[in-house]
């Protein structure tokens, strides 16, 4: 198994979809789990930190299933505004060290 | 405002040529950090270092150098640089003795191209 492992995408959906991304980790020991929005060029931003009962901020619910090893994300009403780039970060190695995965792009059209 | 701060923001420079580009942080982070993003390969950690003095390598250490000798700075040294150095280079700050497990600041990012 790949460390953080994320479908590429393009996900291509009409605004007010829900779409979802999952997330694969490697390391079962892991603790840390995230996901970040990281629009075209620029810097990533935290989007949620995922908790082990799982954690929803206004139209995005994020979750862990520990005995598969994934995280997922969860976006409902798709708006324009949420075409980016969505990565997920996890520490496979300590505290000191985040993997992230090399991101799923969204594409929200009209 | 609180932010990172990344300087250059673009560089072009030639195989050998040593460069530095610095990292500032006003947020009195002790955690910071280096990244590379390249296509297809993703966000890969460089370099961290948890409080002043203290620096450790990441996944791809291999060309680069760091120091800690501020709270507030952590500069990349690239001594000898090389065509597979060319990437986009991202510096993050977190707040507290936990690592990154708090919430990581990016800074704008270094566009770096090697000839």
């Known amino acids: 198994r790949k460390e953080v492992e994320q479908d590429p995408g393009p996900f291509n959906v009409p605004e007010g979809a829900t779409v979802a991304f999952n997330c694969t980790y490697s390391n079962s020991a892991s603790q840390s789990f995230f996901w970040y929005r990281q629009d075209c060029r620029k810097e990533p931003k935290l989007l949620m930190s995922?908790?082990?009962s799982g954690n929803e901020d206004g139209r995005f619910t994020a979750q862990l299933n520990r005995a598969s090893q994934y995280i997922s994300l969860l976006i409902r009403d798709s708006k324009l505004s949420d075409s980016a780039t969505y990565l997920c970060?996890?520490?496979?190695?300590?505290?000191?060290?985040?993997?992230f995965g090399k991101g799923t792009m969204l594409l929200v059209s009209p | 405002e609180a932010q990172v701060t990344q300087n250059p923001r673009y560089l072009i420079t030639v195989t050998g040529k040593k460069l530095t580009v610095t990292c500032s942080q006003n947020m009195n982070h002790e955690y910071m950090s280096w990244y590379r993003q390249d296509p297809g390969l993703g966000l890969r950690q460089i370099y961290y270092?948890?409080?002043?003095?203290?620096?450790d390598k990441g996944d791809v250490p291999e060309g680069y150098k760091v120091s800690r000798k501020e709270k507030r700075n952590f500069p990349l040294i690239l001594e000898s640089p090389s065509p597979n150095q060319t990437s986009l280079y991202f510096c993050?700050?977190?707040?507290?003795?936990?690592?990154?497990?708090?919430?990581?600041?990016f800074g704008p990012g270094t566009r770096l191209t090697v000839l």
């Open positions: 993050a700050s977190s707040p507290g003795d936990r690592g990154f497990t708090d919430t990581q600041y």
């Open positions: 995922v908790y082990s």
């Open positions: 270092s948890m409080n002043v003095e203290v620096t």
């Open positions: 970060a996890v520490n496979l190695r300590g505290y000191s060290t985040l993997t």
